[in-house]
């Protein structure tokens, strides 16, 4: 069944990662009916070589594969094309698994059994956030800190600092609204989708990501930094205070 996809194929190349065979049919047909260009890899290593050699735009990766977790999949993947949209499908439920997936650099993830029309709406929602365009804006300092939102750009003191991209994004709506209380819901509608209906546990985690990345990068400062601070607002959601 056809739904209300609209993605050409010439531009959203999806890669499956897969070895389950009825899973990985439904898939590769689901896809392919809906406007998308599909290939489909039963292991970790085919789809590292596959991902390698041919650019896509969304990484679908199951984590029990025969050859290697899919964790390290993730991991090879985002480090060497940091821009590419990755939804795990896992049947692990616990927090943990979760949560490591998305620490992988995951961008989203289902749980299985799920529908081919939930996935295809998660699609939509994260393809359509990185195809609209936006007006030019200038660099912002945030104390020591610069962000580039047009360059995709984060550097302190001039060095870059290496954002998973819904860290990016997170610490720019963050930087939009500075001194402002922003709430949990207004950061998953930008950063995520204004339709979102997934856990905002992915938000807690990207958070932490970002807050960690900047720490670290104070850290590893040969010069004193000043930082921007996020904080906390309970039952509410964060603030950027300079």
């Known amino acids: 069944m056809r739904t209300h996809a609209t993605a050409d194929p010439s531009r959203h190349r999806v890669l499956i990662v897969e070895d389950d065979e009825t899973i990985g049919r439904h898939l590769e047909t689901g896809l392919r009916g809906n406007g998308y260009a599909p290939t489909w890899s039963r292991t970790g290593s085919a789809a590292l070589t596959e991902a390698a050699r041919t650019p896509y735009d969304v990484l679908l990766l199951d984590l029990g594969l025969p050859d290697m977790d899919g964790l390290d999949v993730a991991r090879a993947v985002r480090a ?24 992988a650099g995951a961008d989203d993830y289902l749980v299985k059994p799920f529908t081919l029309t939930v996935l295809l709406a998660r699609l939509r929602a994260h393809l359509r956030r990185r195809v609209v365009a936006s007006p030019p804006q200038e660099p912002v300092r945030l104390a020591d800190l610069v962000l580039d939102v047009v360059a995709r750009r984060c550097t302190l003191l001039d060095v870059d600092i290496d954002l998973r991209p819904k860290e990016f994004d997170l610490l720019a709506v963050l930087a939009r609204h500075a001194g402002e209380a922003v709430s949990r819901e207004t950061l998953m509608a930008e950063v995520w989708d204004e339709n979102w209906f997934g856990s905002t546990k992915t938000l807690d985690v990207t958070m932490a990501g970002l807050r960690r990345r900047l720490a670290q990068a104070a850290d590893a400062s040969v010069r004193p930094t000043v930082l921007p601070r996020i904080s906390t607002l309970r039952g509410h959601g964060y603030r950027l205070e300079l």
């Open 80 to 103: 060497r094309h940091p821009d590419l949209l990755i939804v795990i499908l896992t049947a692990r439920t616990d927090d943990i698994d979760v949560v490591a997936g998305l620490d």
